[in-house]
């Protein structure tokens, strides 16, 4: 019996992301940018319009030229898929979500006269969060710490010596959010888990009395 070939929509909030982020592009190349600059970057703007606030998350579906496009979107494509079988579909959405609302926010706040727009910070987030998914079983990954110096530290080094226009500091800070996420799943994980044991130390006085046997006799009698 021959087997069929089936194309699966595998991760479907990392495919999504990646589907919207290609629309901006040929948007703003369709429009000469302005849809770009409009929808997908950031810049401080008055708090009064409406669109200052989808820019806070929508610049990371924004990117100035296809190399821009497939430098994120390579890697994105190539560790999202693993973050998002591992945590799930909402939890996946949620870490973009508060990925580009962090970025956004530190880009309005404290760099007035710049424009960010860009999935990098999204992507950092994924690299260092996929380092999370072996935590927990036999301690810490040693990915993970590889990560952290080669990554971060490279991104910090640039920011100090470069004078490009990358974004190191959106770098950093979505290593730093993917760091959070990662020690906040592994934490809501332990506490589930001691949970389950301090269940099993709070049933044990009843199951040695023995009358869990009597209640469930009296119930099938």
Same mark, same amino acid.
């Given at each position: 019996m021959k087997r069929r070939l089936v194309i699966r929509f595998n991760a479907p909030v990392i495919l999504t992301f990646a589907l919207l982020a290609l629309l !901006? $592009? &040929?948007?703003?190349?369709?429009?000469?940018? !302005?849809?770009?600059?409009?929808?997908?970057?950031?810049?401080?703007?008055?708090?009064?319009d409406p669109l200052t606030y989808v820019r806070f998350f929508g610049h990371v579906l924004g990117h100035a030229d296809y190399d821009h496009y497939m430098g994120n979107m390579l890697l994105l494509l190539l560790v999202g898929p693993g973050i998002e079988e591992k945590y799930g579909h909402r939890t996946t959405a949620l870490c973009i979500a508060a +990925? !580009? $609302?962090? #970025?956004? &926010?530190?880009? @309005?706040?404290? @760099?007035?006269?710049?424009?960010? $727009?860009? !999935?990098?910070?999204?992507? @950092?987030?994924? %690299?260092?969060?996929?380092?999370?998914?072996?935590?927990?079983?036999?301690?810490?990954?040693? #990915?993970?710490?590889?990560?952290? %110096? @080669?990554?971060?530290?490279?991104?910090?080094?640039?920011? &100090? +010596?470069?004078?490009?226009?990358v974004s190191q500091l959106t770098h950093i800070i979505g290593g730093l959010c993917g760091l959070v996420f990662g020690l906040g799943i592994v934490a809501v994980y332990i506490c589930i888990s001691l949970d389950d044991v301090c269940k099993v130390f709070l049933c044990l006085p009843r199951l040695r009395s023995g009358k869990w046997v009597n209640s469930v006799t009296r119930e099938n009698l």
């Open positions: !901006a $592009l &040929l948007l703003g190349n369709w429009t000469d940018g !302005a849809t770009t600059y409009r929808y997908f970057s950031v810049y401080r703007s008055a708090l009064s +990925t !580009a $609302l962090v #970025t956004g &926010l530190v880009q @309005f706040l404290f @760099f007035p006269t710049t424009v960010l $727009l860009g !999935a990098s910070g999204v992507v @950092f987030m994924m %690299i260092v969060l996929s380092s999370f998914t072996e935590m927990g079983k036999e301690g810490i990954p040693i #990915t993970l710490i590889l990560v952290v %110096i @080669f990554y971060l530290g490279g991104e910090l080094l640039d920011g &100090l +010596t470069s004078s490009d226009n």
